[in-house]
């Protein structure tokens, strides 16, 4: 069974702390990905990454950054958190090359900035 | 623009059946997914479409329509378990999969 796991289930942080949310997927997947979901918005995609040391700006990356030093470990890097981070994040990997290019959801991590 | 569209809350009976839509407009279309998402969990793939048509997979069915950017995800013989948010996706251009706000569907005894 593929296997995707982040750092923590509930995070409480303050406004302008530095936040490190860290991804782990065991299955050798080339493709990692950070969304955050929010009620009534779905999945945002923030960044993603095909390879290690790669990354791709998805559709809202403002505030954010990541980090692929490893295959197997992707970071979401808040530099200085604000309010409007208070969210749900999900990291997904995903296999490339093969159809039908199914992501693999960890159990998210639900983030609030206080 | 980038666009998918699907109702926000449903409710059907157990036993019953359901039809949960889907339209999208998007930049390229490769395929598109369905998941289900119980509460407080994780997203869990059900479903990928590519060519169009109707695919089956034991209740739950896909059906896909690329000419009028639609979708459906049909289930049968509801369980209460089934009670969850079901979320539609697009893989566009660019490698992207763009998701829909979801639905959620409330199933009653």
């Known amino acids: 069974d593929v296997k995707v796991t982040q750092s923590s289930r509930y995070l409480v942080k303050r406004t302008g702390e530095k936040v490190f949310l860290e991804c782990v997927q065991d299955m050798d997947h080339e493709n990692m990905f950070w969304y955050r979901q929010d009620p009534g918005l779905g999945l945002r995609l923030i960044y993603f990454?095909?390879?290690?040391?790669?990354?791709e700006k998805g559709d809202i990356p403002e505030g954010y950054s990541v980090s692929r030093e490893k295959k197997e470990r992707f970071s979401l890097i808040l530099e200085s958190a604000s309010t409007n981070q208070t969210s749900m994040y999900l990291c997904?990997?995903?296999?490339?090359?093969?159809?039908?290019?199914?992501?693999?959801f960890g159990p998210g991590t639900r983030l609030t900035v206080t | 623009g980038q666009n998918i569209d699907q109702p926000t809350e449903m409710t059907a009976t157990e036993g019953a059946i359901v039809q949960i839509n889907c339209t999208y407009q998007?930049?390229?279309?490769?395929?598109l997914f369905w998941y289900q998402q119980h509460a407080g969990e994780a997203p869990t793939f059900l479903s990928y479409n590519v060519l169009d048509g109707l695919e089956e997979k034991g209740r739950f069915s896909s059906f896909l329509s690329r000419s009028k950017g639609y979708s459906y995800l049909l289930l049968k013989e509801l369980q209460m378990k089934d009670s969850a948010s079901y979320l539609c996706a697009v893989y566009s251009s660019a490698s992207k999969i763009i998701f829909g706000s979801g639905t959620r569907l409330s199933i009653r005894p």
């Open positions: 990454s095909y390879d290690v040391k790669m990354k």
């Open positions: 998007t930049s390229g279309f490769n395929g």
């Open positions: 997904a990997s995903s296999p490339s090359g093969r159809a039908p290019y199914e992501q693999y």
